[in-house]
């Protein structure tokens, strides 16, 4: 298993040399700098610590700045923490690159959802609307909250309401790597994933075993010769 983080730039299709239009979403992938490396001797789980995107100096901590001192790089702005065995080879200080995944590769993608503010329970939830006439005096409200037990003099945990819409960490699985671009710091994914765009995501391997292996496609290319 193997992850990498980036952030999401938005979606575009590519056509494939037999003529076949495939939506993609871009990821911008910089280098992933390791900045710790969590052992299981001494910190109970293997993970490795990356950091991406420039930051000041002026609004970095001491802390940060010891850790960025000791990895031998500049402040970086966003801080993670990847899984992998196959990324126990690297060192602190070295960067993890978006050649880390190949095209026709399968791959979970997780980010944390747009966030749509406080909603009434119809739209959060998907409950029926009730009858639009002048004379109904029901109309989105979100229905009856009464009980049928013992306890039916509360309403109980869990009951589904109006509130905070969005804003979740959702994780999409088996997602095709369609093409990935070392130079230009991008990864191509098929499909949509979750999170507004310029928002973080995590790359990793799927989890759950593929019955086919998808082919790599072969692109159009359309730079100039």
């Known amino acids: 298993m193997k992850s990498i983080i980036g952030r999401k730039v938005g979606m575009t299709q590519v056509f494939t040399t037999d003529g076949v239009l495939v939506p993609v979403t871009v990821v911008e992938v910089q280098p992933n700098v390791v900045l710790q490396v969590k052992t299981v001797e001494n910190d109970g789980y293997a993970a490795l610590q990356v950091g991406i995107e420039e930051q000041r100096v002026s609004v970095t901590n001491k802390p940060e700045a010891g850790i960025f001192a000791k990895a031998g790089t500049t402040p970086k702005q966003i801080i993670r923490e990847i899984l992998g065995d196959e990324l126990a080879q690297y060192q602190v200080g070295q960067s993890v690159t978006a050649d880390l995944f190949k095209a026709g590769e399968v791959v979970d993608v997780q980010g944390v959802t747009k ?6 329970a119809i739209k959060r939830w998907g409950y029926k609307i009730g009858p639009k006439g002048h004379g ?90």
């Open 115 to 120: 966030g749509k503010g406080f909603s009434g």
């Open 136 to 225: 109904s005096g029901y109309h989105r409200g979100i229905g009856s909250m009464a009980t049928s037990g013992r306890t039916n003099n509360r309403v109980h945990p869990g009951k589904k309401m109006a509130g905070h819409h969005g804003n979740y960490v959702r994780t999409i699985l088996n997602l095709e790597v369609v093409s990935v671009d070392v130079s230009k710091n991008a990864i191509l994914i098929k499909g949509a994933i979750p999170g507004a765009n310029r928002s973080v995501v995590t790359i990793r391997t799927a989890v759950k075993a593929q019955r086919k292996q998808p082919v790599a496609k072969t692109l159009v290319s359309y730079a100039s010769k």
